[in-house]
């Protein structure tokens, strides 16, 4: 954990609290990519617990200012896009804790009507900031962005509740796109509380951490 950060460690306590970190090596997860994975995180969890959302819609903010150099009721955006559909429920309450517009971005265009990708009213040149609820490997950005951008919205950064931060290609995809990566918290955040309170074994918590050290290396139980 990132010794000077109160707010990645409140932030893993919150998970940890709601039961959103699960922690089961000998019985692992398979992520879509089909990697396997002794941890899972359901950031989901929190549109369940109002007073624990609504701390993690402050910080959000509060750590979107820190990360721009800007007064929290003065980010550089016109619009924040949450990306369908984890991301919707945080752009929301993010949106409304700055009082911008809310978007919300589809995967792909809805296939009847409009057509549209983009819900909401985004006019030519809009800047966004795009948030979802969590980034693995960010491959789910780039679609997100490319959809702002064919309909003329610039989008230079994109914002999560929880980063992975263990594949390089995360921030390295993004960087390539002209778009910054901001989080509140990681797996190495997680596992550090996890460890103080002894929320899992000691043999479940090694097992996590040489998952984070080397993913691709990674043997279950």
């Not at 997860?29 to 549109?47: A, E, N, Q, V, W």
């Not at 369940?48 to 980010?75: N, Y």
């Not at 994109?158 to 901001?182: D, E, K, N, P």
Request: net charge negative; glycine share 6%.
């Amino acid at each position: 954990m990132r010794e000077t950060d109160p707010i990645a460690r409140r932030t893993a306590e919150i998970l940890l609290d709601i039961e959103a970190v699960s922690f089961r090596p000998a019985d692992p997860f398979t992520h879509s990519s089909g990697r396997m994975s002794p941890s899972y995180i359901d950031c989901r969890k929190l549109i369940s617990f109002p007073d624990e959302r609504r701390e993690i819609t402050k910080m959000s903010v509060e750590r979107l200012a820190s990360d721009l150099g800007a007064a929290s009721d003065e980010l550089p955006y016109d619009a924040i896009a949450g990306g369908e559909t984890a991301g919707i429920p945080f752009a929301a309450w993010i949106a409304d804790a700055v009082n911008l517009p809310m978007l919300y971005v589809r995967k792909k265009p809805k296939g009847f009507g409009r057509m549209a990708q983009i819900e909401g009213d985004m006019a030519p040149g809009c800047r966004v900031l795009l948030v979802e609820d969590l980034a693995t490997d960010g491959g789910s950005k780039a679609i997100f962005i490319d959809a702002i951008r064919a309909a003329e919205g610039k989008v230079d950064a994109t914002f999560v509740v929880f980063h992975y931060g263990i594949f390089a290609q995360s921030t390295q995809g993004l960087a390539a796109l002209g778009v910054r990566l901001s989080a509140l918290a990681t797996w190495w955040d997680v596992l550090a509380v996890a460890r103080e309170r002894q929320s899992f074994s000691s043999a479940e918590l090694t097992s996590v951490e040489a998952y984070l050290t080397a993913p691709l290396d990674w043997q279950p139980l």
